[in-house]
């Protein structure tokens, strides 16, 4: 059983400065790195899992790789983008071709949260469907992204981080950045609604509105208290509703429903927790708040299909 990892911050991206054609660290705020990794047998080593302290950009240009994020791999193709961070843990496990070609971008927790966007489009799309973690990227969009990442490389290297408006630049090409995200997303699922069951694509949410306000405020508590709290009723009561209403608010802007939100973050920490943490089931059951280890067994289980246990081993 592996240990699990820990937050990483932006002093531990440093470490990348040595296998970089391009490096430059906005001071705590963001760092972003070229890789460009050339050799007869590529790099065909597993790295160490990291759980970043704020979310990680990866745009791959050239080559092929495999990532893990959380507990599932996923072989990615250039040109495309991996994004990774908050609670999931990602690892590179390998490049599969001669010639990689790639755009690290970590932007930390505190800059992401100075960063001023429109909420009521980041609500929309955090409602509609969520992002991919993986996305496959044109030939067009893949440039532009390379230019965002260029942009963002020039204005950390050649402006003093203790300037006012080098944050200020810093944060609108990210909210620029994020925005092309959406976009790119929003466009690839538009091409794959049909196979998914998820809300209409074009859906709108009428707003500004408390009742919208209400949705970003319950995804804001959950991510802050699901490792203690799995009841609805307690939601509710921190935005001063009914559950009644809480959940025929979640139901129509969403299309899930208050216990299926909470379930989705439980048992994604769970599953982190089992495979990488190094904790036993009882150890978990009680990090998350369950009466026994009898009670989490049962909640996992109805929810994976399979015990703890089971997916520990497998």
């Known amino acids: 059983m592996t240990t699990s990892p820990e937050k990483i911050t932006i002093g531990d991206f440093d470490a990348i400065k040595g296998i970089s054609s391009k490096f430059a660290r906005m001071g705590e705020d963001y760092v972003v790195a070229r890789i460009d990794i050339g050799s007869q047998n590529g790099f065909d080593r597993e790295f160490d899992s990291i759980r970043p302290g704020g979310i990680v950009i990866g745009l791959i240009l050239k080559g092929t790789a495999k990532v893990g994020l959380n507990t599932e791999i996923y072989q990615v193709k250039a040109p495309a983008v991996v994004l990774g961070g908050g609670r999931s843990i ?51 969009d893949a440039i532009l992204v390379s230019h965002h990442m260029d942009l963002l490389y020039e204005t950390a290297l050649l402006n003093p981080a203790d300037n006012l408006y080098s944050h200020s630049i810093a944060r609108s090409l990210t909210a620029a950045l994020i925005y092309q995200f959406m976009q790119i997303n929003d466009r690839r699922y538009t091409g794959m609604a049909s196979h998914h069951n998820r809300m209409d694509v074009g859906a ?58 909470i379930d989705e973050y439980v048992i994604l920490e769970a599953k982190n927790m089992l495979r990488f943490s190094g904790m036993s089931v009882q150890e978990v059951a009680y990090t998350l708040n369950f009466k026994s280890q009898s009670s989490f067994g049962k909640y996992f289980k109805n929810a994976t299909g399979m015990s703890p246990t089971e997916f520990q081993k497998n």
């Open 204 to 261: 709108k949410i009428p707003g500004p509105g408390r009742s919208t306000s209400y949705v970003s405020d319950f995804i804001k508590l959950l991510h802050a208290n699901f490792m203690k709290e799995r009841s609805v009723a307690f939601y509710a009561e921190q935005l001063c509703i009914s559950p009644k209403y809480l959940s025929s608010v979640l139901k129509k802007y969403t299309h899930r429903s208050p216990g299926e939100w």
């Open 90 to 140: 990602l690892k590179l496990i390998e490049t599969e071709t001669k010639r990689f070609e790639s755009y690290v971008l970590f932007l930390s927790e505190s800059f992401l949260t100075g960063i001023n966007m429109d909420i009521n489009t980041l609500q929309q799309a955090h409602t509609t469907h969520h992002p991919f973690p993986v996305m496959e990227l044109g030939k067009e």
